[in-house]
């Protein structure tokens, strides 16, 4: 990137991404928009990724004995707050999959996430017994989220809160909801959690289509890419090695 378009950038980025928040919230109800979307209605392609349940799978079970290896969520993103007991793994992250060596893990996983169009970023979160992820909010309206359930507790099975709707999770279902609005994850059983969560640009009218496009272009190079030059952000793919 040129020194210019870099100052652009670094001038008007952060304004034009707060700006195309705002429309986005306008455009989809802000606030009173729904908690949960139906995947078949609303990203029927995502469900590639429950057809592929298999595929997927039987990669991810080879690595989970070494799951306790997998970086902290504050390990991986030295920004993010403290949150015992969480453990993330990245396997896609748009514009940005060369800095993604944990790919070379889950080939097939890779190949499957590859046709899911607009995908923003996909990764393996892991909650160990007895923690909980604390109410949060994501920090952009143009994405949603989907979870899919590899691992489930059957006694006592964890749940997610999205504002005040609750969803427990079921092994080898799939989930969608909007991050932006406060959320949180309550697993108080004996055994792990494990999910793959997937975050696709939000469908949209073609014009708010590109402004959010546009704006995750922004995001990615205004937050995520300094902060891989500057290791506050790890997406490296050393996660399975001995500590």
Known sequence: MSTLLRKVLNRAG???IQFADRVI?????????PAFYDVQKTYPQLLTIDREYETVWKELRVLLPKKESIRLVHETITAHPVVPGWRVLW???RNLNQYLPNRELFPETFAVL?????MVDA???IIEPRKSIPAHRGMYRGLL?????????DNNPPKLRVKNEYYTWKQGES????????HEVYNESDDYRVVLIVDVLRPLPWPLHMMNVVAIWCIAKLHMEP???NKTLTLQGDAFQER
Do not use: C, L, T
């Not at 919230?25 to 928009?33: E, Q, Y």
């Not at 989220?145 to 507790?153: C, E, Q, T």
């Open 14 to 16: 952060p304004k034009y």
């Open 25 to 33: 919230s306008s455009h989809v109800g802000g606030d009173s928009s």
């Open 91 to 93: 396997v896609y992250f």
């Open 114 to 118: 590859n046709q899911i169009p607009h």
């Open 123 to 125: 990764w393996f979160s």
């Open 145 to 153: 989220r989907y979870h899919i359930a590899f691992k489930v507790p």
């Open 175 to 182: 989930v969608m909801f909007d991050d932006r609005h406060e």
């Open 227 to 229: 902060a891989i030059a």
